[in-house]
């Protein structure tokens, strides 16, 4: 056999090693563990001290899901926020109401304990690891 004869089997083991290489990257993507947890305020949570931050414990790790975000979805018109009352470090969300998002990535390790400076009943820990 002459070296024409091997050139379309080479082109085409060059277009498999490129798809698979695609294939593998997007897994990849796919697979990669989310960087952020979320906190939802629920609905009602205003009017009911059987309610709280949704998870209320957290327990994330430093450089692998240490943003937190937390999301207002109360519809009774109050605001909230999420606010520490000890930890390593120090966050206010300032006052939340209705679809609003506050955010915030902890880097440094240690617990981390919050509440609704509004609703007292409203309290989250979150303990960031190493």
């Not at 090693?17 to 949570?45: F, R």
């Not at 327990?59 to 692998?64: D, I, N």
């Not at 679809?99 to 309290?123: E, K, N, P």
Request: glycine letters at 8%.
């Amino acid at each position: 056999m002459s070296i024409e004869e091997y050139a379309p089997d080479r082109k085409v083991l060059g277009v498999l090693i490129v798809v698979g290489l695609i294939l593998a990257a997007g897994m990849l993507l796919v697979l990669q563990p989310s960087t952020e947890v979320n906190v939802k305020i629920p609905d009602g949570v205003s009017s009911s001290p059987t309610l709280s931050f949704q998870p209320r414990n957290l327990s994330v790790k430093v450089s692998l899901n240490n943003t937190i975000v937390w999301t207002d979805s109360d519809t009774g018109g109050q605001a909230h926020t999420a606010t520490t009352t000890s930890g390593p470090s120090k966050f206010d969300s300032g006052p939340l109401n209705e679809g609003d998002q506050f955010s915030v990535t902890l880097t440094v390790a240690g617990t981390y304990r919050y509440h609704c400076i509004f609703h007292s009943w409203m309290i989250g820990t979150i303990s960031v690891n190493p």
